[in-house]
């Protein structure tokens, strides 16, 4: 056992990776704003979770997850809007994200698979990534990861993963719709879905 002045006195060790998961508390535009500055300045790669769901009142908790995406979009300068490449395969969820980010002002790129996700990396050098958990897993890798990592871009480029994998087809035409959204407090969270998010993670962690 280490006392607590032993602890406090050996080196703080760089991260590899940084995780934030806002269902487990609330949090605000401006601690991930600083959160997001500090990884990006530091060239530690970033990645939340965010979810698809109902926003009903009774269930909201935290900040509306739209916002969070567009205050973790480092953008280039005040005169471009925040670029957002978006990885998701199925169409009606495509629309219907790629609706709410433009809403927010964001500027967004459709892949809807992760070659089409890398060649596009590398056109517009997004600010912000934002992908479908049933996406990123089909090989159980994330070559949109290598590829921002070749370029240099994985440590400032923010990542925001979330997962539709329990939405029924008429959950699915609510979304595109409107009726359902981006809802923290609705994320799954089952076994398969973390072993996913860690998938990620540890992809993004490694090399």
């Known amino acids: 056992m280490c006392s607590r002045e032993e602890i406090d006195a050996q080196p703080a060790a760089r991260p590899a990776a940084v995780l934030v998961d806002p269902l487990t508390g ?3 535009r401006t601690a991930l704003q600083s959160l997001r500055q500090a990884s990006v300045a530091a060239e530690v790669p970033l990645l939340m979770t965010v979810g698809l769901g109902q926003a009903r009142k009774e269930a909201a ?4 997850p739209a916002v969070l995406l567009k205050v973790l979009a480092p953008r280039d300068s005040e005169q471009h809007p925040p670029r957002v490449l978006l ?17 927010r002002g964001m500027q967004v790129a459709r892949a809807l698979h992760t070659d089409d996700a890398v060649t596009l990396s590398g056109q517009m050098r997004p600010n912000l990534v934002v992908m479908g958990l049933k996406t990123t897993a089909i090989r159980r890798r994330t070559g949109l990861v290598d590829a921002l990592r070749c370029t240099g871009q994985l440590g400032h480029t923010p990542s925001a993963v979330y997962t539709a994998a329990d939405m029924s087809q008429a959950d699915r035409d609510l979304l ?5 959204v981006l809802f923290l407090a609705e994320r799954s969270t089952s076994a398969d879905v973390q072993s996913r998010i860690l998938e990620v993670l540890v992809r993004i962690s490694s090399g």
């Open 26 to 28: 609330p949090l605000t």
């Open 61 to 64: 908790y935290g900040a509306d």
């Open 87 to 103: 990885l998701e395969e199925r169409t009606e969820v495509v629309i219907a994200l790629t609706s709410m980010l433009e809403r």
């Open 176 to 180: 595109v719709a409107g009726k359902h």
